[in-house]
């Protein structure tokens, strides 16, 4: 039986017995010397650093690229840091699940140290603040999603934590960001040393919103005394300090049970999936898929290891910008949601069962291939087309990949706004193109109207994943009942279809309000009427 809370080298013929694939060099003092001073911080412990930045850096440590051990840090949960990480010595099995339900198995050695990264933590923030004080790091990368970046409410407010992050400047900073940026205060101190702030989270010009956020933050700081004009310059200062652009791809779930069960049926047996009081599932193993893809600006103003050995493709901002265009609003992101939408709806627990459906396949067909492409810039170091063919007839049918319509539609009130907007806007721009012409997009924002309603095409209650607007979008939609005819709907609706800050255009500048309307109203028309309204579309 193979323990995972047991070094890795003292298991090493069962390991081989079970089929994991071990770390090629002796990992010891390459993680001592990362706990020390690293090379690489990692801001964001969950489940895709672990399925795809800790096989990066094996990787190159495998190839002696790398000879430090990555330190993660984890500013929402710090659960997750004595759970899956310090109850494991930092390793982390990895599962990818290939098509065929093979399950390639590996253990990742190349993760240091886990903290959690919050000054409530006094033990080890001055910690941190030492590692970013030092000359040898390089980088820091992050997995925070995307609500982690954001400082302000729909409406544009500041949230109550930023505001007072701002008043009390950089020594008890609370929020993710306020973190960041007292961290990069710390470094600018020690003698404004350079560094490369590289958020790897999935949506467009992450690079940039981080970068705006970290400066919102400076320059309230900077007004209120906390921190000199000289602080602002460093975090301008390219030569010094850089937000390099990505593109991430790599579908992985939640821990799924039946992994967990095949694990332990081969002869793991101290493996259990945790549930955290903040809601996070995570476990010493990940499952994920066998394809992936990292882009990344090559911009690195202290160096950086060969990441090209690691699988990653380095590459200019523009075609950076392209890649994650294409993928966030065309080729995988928007797919993802309408499965999502409508998949929770109709009450599917699987992606991979929802593409066996004719309808939702052919549904997202329609939104990536008819709606998508025609407006998508082609990257050209990867295919647009290919890589719609790659998600449609590949990732997502794939049934051992145990991902479910439910995570997906985790957040999607901040996911509308890139994944269907920019490409409404795109139809709004073109000359030759009217967003009039869309049907399938309006269709899937009229399908989110009708999620939120939280009661199934069979007409019984669900619970909706969770999402930073759900108490508010759905009290504005509470006079809407599924079967009972509401005269005012557009009256309704217009607050919701007119706000931006969602959809990224106002829907009825673009000419579309009036569409997703007509969509909703056919959608809660009784029971069945999300199938029916599928058919007629999609028939």
């Not at 052919?362 to 998600?391: C, N, Q």
């Not at 997906?408 to 901040?414: C, F, G, L, N």
């Not at 969509?519 to 009784?526: D, H, K, P, R, S």
Request: glycine letters at 6%; one cysteine or more; hydrophobic letters at 40%.
């Amino acid at each position: 039986m193979v323990k995972m809370k047991e070094s890795w080298q003292s298991q090493f013929a069962e390991h081989h017995a079970l089929e994991v694939e071990l770390p090629k060099v002796e990992t010891k003092e390459i993680r001592d010397r990362g706990a020390d001073s690293p090379v690489w911080l990692h801001f964001g412990g969950g489940n895709l650093y672990r399925g795809m930045h800790a096989e990066i850096a094996q990787d190159l440590i495998d190839e002696n690229e790398l000879n430090a051990g990555v330190v993660v840090l984890e500013t929402f949960d710090d659960e997750v840091i004595d759970k899956a990480y310090k109850n494991y010595n930092n390793n982390i099995l990895q599962v990818v699940m290939s098509e065929d339900g093979t399950l390639h198995k590996r253990l990742l050695a190349s993760t240091s140290e886990a903290i959690y990264a919050n000054p409530t933590n006094r033990g080890s923030w001055k910690r941190i603040q030492q590692y970013f004080e030092s000359p040898v790091l390089q980088f820091a990368t992050f997995t925070i999603t995307e609500k982690g970046y954001h400082l302000t409410t729909t409406e544009g407010k500041l949230l109550p934590i930023i505001e007072q992050d701002m008043q009390k400047g950089p020594e008890e900073p609370q929020h993710t960001m306020s973190i960041v940026v007292s961290l990069l205060y710390a470094r600018f101190k020690a003698g404004q040393l350079p560094i490369a702030m590289v958020t790897t989270d999935n949506f467009s010009k992450n690079g940039e919103k981080l970068q705006n956020s970290v400066l919102t933050i400076a320059h309230a700081w900077k007004e209120k005394g906390h921190v000199p004009n000289k602080f602002i310059n460093y975090l301008t200062d390219i030569e010094k300090v850089t937000f390099p652009w990505s593109m991430i791809d790599r579908i992985t779930p939640n821990p799924s049970e039946s992994i967990l069960k095949r694990l332990t049926d081969l002869g793991f047996d101290d493996l259990e999936i945790f549930y955290t009081r903040k809601g996070t599932n995570v476990a010493p193993f990940v499952n994920t898929e066998e394809i992936h893809y990292l882009v990344i600006e090559d911009a690195f103003p202290n160096g950086r290891p060969n990441l090209a050995k690691g699988g990653v493709i380095l590459t200019d901002r523009e075609t950076v910008d392209k890649i994650d265009v294409m993928k966030v609003t065309t080729c995988l992101n928007p797919l993802h949601t309408a499965l999502a939408v409508f998949g929770s709806i109709l009450r599917f627990d699987s992606i991979a069962r929802e593409m066996r459906d004719p309808e939702l396949k052919k549904l997202i067909e329609k939104i990536g291939y008819t709606e998508g492409l025609p407006v998508v810039a082609d990257p050209e170091i990867i295919s647009p087309r290919e890589f719609i063919d790659e998600v449609v007839n590949t990732r997502l049918p794939n049934p051992a990949i145990p991902d479910t319509p439910q995570r997906i539609a985790t957040d999607t009130s901040q996911k509308l706004a890139i994944r269907f907007g920019e490409t409404i806007n795109k139809y709004v721009l073109h000359n030759d193109k009217s967003a009039k012409d869309l049907t399938f997009i309006p269709l899937v924002l009229a399908g989110w109207l009708r999620y939120l309603l939280a009661v199934d095409d069979a007409g019984k209650a669900f619970v909706p994943s969770p999402d930073p607007l759900l108490d508010e979008m759905q009290q504005k939609l509470e006079s809407v009942k599924l079967g009972e005819s509401t005269d005012n709907l557009e009256k309704i609706l217009h607050p919701i279809l007119s706000n931006d800050r969602i959809f990224g255009i106002d829907l009825y500048k673009a000419d579309i309000a009036d569409k997703v309307i007509s969509y909703f109203n056919e959608l809660i028309a009784g029971p069945g009427a999300v199938r029916a309204t599928l058919k007629k579309y999609l028939a």
